[in-house]
């Protein structure tokens, strides 16, 4: 019973490949998110959803693209990927301040 | 850049000492401050959070102290044990659901 997971865990591919990762909450939560953490350890939201409309979008380059099909799921797809996208992704919901987190889906790109 | 700076980036305490991790904001419109616990290879869990009507807050042995007039708050882990071991994440937020994080504060508790 699981409040937010993600798929995969870890992603391997290689520089061009078009990947996607899925999160899914059973909070019950109005809005979702998700968050890049690099090699450092930062953590920086990309995008936030709220019943299903975006409402936070980062500075994010355009080959990553989220999508949420119901207020309950939060997809990331990221086409042509690179080298510095390589880091773990986690997903969030909430339904007001406090976040509660995924356990990350750690992305490597060779 | 960065809206929440925290200081240290790594501690290493002893067994039943205090760790005390510090962050500060220049944003005066922040109304929320979270801390995260991460460990390694898990997501980051809400630890504890305090919003700036009260100047204290605690949980067990974590306790958030918050100074409004200094845009400053810290995190205390009083009674510090091996298990506390892990990184540790302020943040602030003013009701836009944007969580601005600090960098990161990684704690060793030695045994």
């Known amino acids: 019973d699981t409040a937010v997971s993600q798929t995969p865990k870890y992603l391997v591919t290689q520089m061009g490949n078009d990947k996607s990762i899925k999160c899914e909450q059973n909070?019950?939560?109005?809005?979702m998110y998700w968050y890049k953490q690099d090699s450092k350890k930062f953590l920086k939201i990309m995008f936030s959803y709220n019943n299903k409309e975006l409402i936070i979008n980062e500075t994010v380059p355009n080959r990553f693209s989220p999508k949420s099909p119901d207020k309950a799921h939060l997809n990331l797809h990221i086409n042509s990927l690179e080298l510095g996208d390589s880091a773990v992704y986690f997903c969030?919901?909430?339904?007001?301040?406090?976040?509660?987190f995924g356990p990350g889906t750690r992305l490597t790109v060779t | 850049q960065q809206q929440v700076k925290q200081s240290p980036q790594s501690l290493i305490v002893q067994k039943g000492g205090i760790s005390i991790i510090n962050c500060a904001y220049e944003?005066?419109?922040?109304?929320?401050f979270p801390w995260y616990q991460q460990f390694p290879g898990k997501g980051p869990a809400l630890l504890i959070a305090?919003?700036?009507?009260?100047s204290e807050k605690k949980e067990g042995r974590f306790t958030i102290s918050f100074n409004k007039s200094a845009k400053q708050f810290s995190l205390h882990i009083m009674d510090s044990q091996p298990g506390d071991s892990a990184t540790y994440f302020c943040a602030a937020s003013k009701g836009d659901y944007k969580l601005s994080f600090g960098a990161g504060t990684t704690v060793t508790v030695r045994a």
């Open positions: 305090i919003r700036p009507d009260v």
């Open positions: 944003n005066t419109a922040f109304d929320y």
């Open positions: 909070l019950g939560h109005d809005t």
């Open positions: 969030a919901s909430s339904q007001i301040d406090e976040q509660y």
